[in-house]
């Protein structure tokens, strides 16, 4: 099954069964953009008469009017506020439970840490027709993802600040190893990076400039975290203290990619982000940390073939900038109890 594709749909049910489901919403958001249930009919392919019975049936299930329309061919036609609340509704329970804009759900799913390495993996992958979803949630979220089930393959690049070790004491911590196998990757620069016209000659200087920061649970959130601590032990300040005064500390996205186009477009002054690409895009960047950057992997998942030629394609892969490749990276870490 490593090459299939399934695709789920949402469906909202009354006491005589289905009531709506994606066809019903599809159907009520081309007639508030368009206004016209005949144009909106043509679109979807359906008769006049069947856009009408979707609505009428919607309707009666849920016992309320979704649309207000002048009756006949011409006649326009838009939501009402509760057809526009259950548009809304509809959709934040299929964001919650279905990931992918089209609905479709693949045999294999990446959930952890956003990396270049990874994009380009995941898109050869694709390109030789495997089928695997990616999710930018960080580290800690990906780790998790694996533990439940949710997840094949997870980036992580989680810094014990205990221990001085990457990875490993989370999985000791959260009884991974029953489930998982860690397989290593490779050393990786992250730097704080900003344009080339702004010295930062000094740590202590990002109070006077506005952040862009990384989601809670990703391993760059726990190294800008660490460097807000050693900031504020510098200035004699409590961390919560330097947190306050910085802004853009709630400013938070989840990719490196977000970090550095926001420095590119000015709307941030630094951010951490990964040393390669940043260069790549024309920033400068202060070095920041070496990580080690490994995968997680279910032990389920070690046969499908999209995994397995992740794997393989990990151990083979060619040096390049911001990167250090390892003897050991696409192998297996040797865990004992």
Not at 155 to 184: C, K, Q, T
Request: proline residues 3%; glycine residues 10%; contains cysteine.
């Amino acid at each position: 099954m490593g090459r299939a594709r399934f695709k789920l749909n949402l469906t909202v049910e009354g006491e005589g069964g289905v009531v709506a489901d994606e066809t019903t919403v599809k159907l009520l958001r081309l007639i508030e953009s368009k206004g016209s249930l005949l144009s909106v009919a043509r679109d979807l392919g359906l008769s006049y008469s069947t856009a009408w019975d979707i609505i009428n049936r919607a309707e009666r299930g849920l016992g309320t009017k979704l649309v207000s329309a002048k009756r006949g061919h011409g006649g326009g036609m838009k939501l009402t506020e509760d057809g526009k609340a259950f548009i809304e509704r509809y959709q934040e329970l299929r964001r919650r439970y279905i990931w992918s804009e089209d609905g479709t759900v693949c045999d294999v799913v990446y959930a952890g840490s956003d990396d270049l390495i990874v994009r380009e993996l995941i898109s050869e992958l694709r390109g030789l027709g495997y089928c695997i979803d990616a999710y930018w949630v960080g580290s800690f979220n990906g780790l998790m993802m694996i533990n439940m089930g949710l997840a094949d393959i997870a980036g992580v690049h989680m810094l014990d600040p205990v221990s001085g070790e990457y990875n490993i004491p989370y999985l000791n911590m959260f009884g991974s190893w029953d489930r998982a196998v860690l397989i290593r990757g490779y050393l990786r620069l992250l730097g704080l990076v900003h344009k080339p016209h702004l010295e930062i000659k000094d740590l202590t200087e990002i109070l006077g400039l506005r952040m862009v920061n990384r989601n809670p649970g990703s391993g760059t959130r726990l190294v800008m975290e660490l460097l807000i601590n050693a900031v504020a032990a510098q200035l004699g300040m409590r961390p919560s203290e330097v947190k306050a005064s910085i802004r853009g500390y709630d400013d938070v996205v989840n990719t490196h990619t977000e970090v550095i186009d926001k420095v590119i477009k000015g709307i941030a002054d630094y951010g951490i982000a990964l040393a390669g690409q940043a260069l790549d895009m024309g920033l400068a960047v202060r070095p920041l940390a070496l990580e080690e950057f490994d995968f997680v992997v279910s032990r389920d998942s070690l046969r499908k073939p999209a995994v397995t030629e992740f794997i393989r394609k990990l151990s083979s892969l060619q040096p390049r900038p911001g990167y250090v490749l390892l003897r050991s990276t696409g192998s297996a870490y040797a865990y004992s109890k």
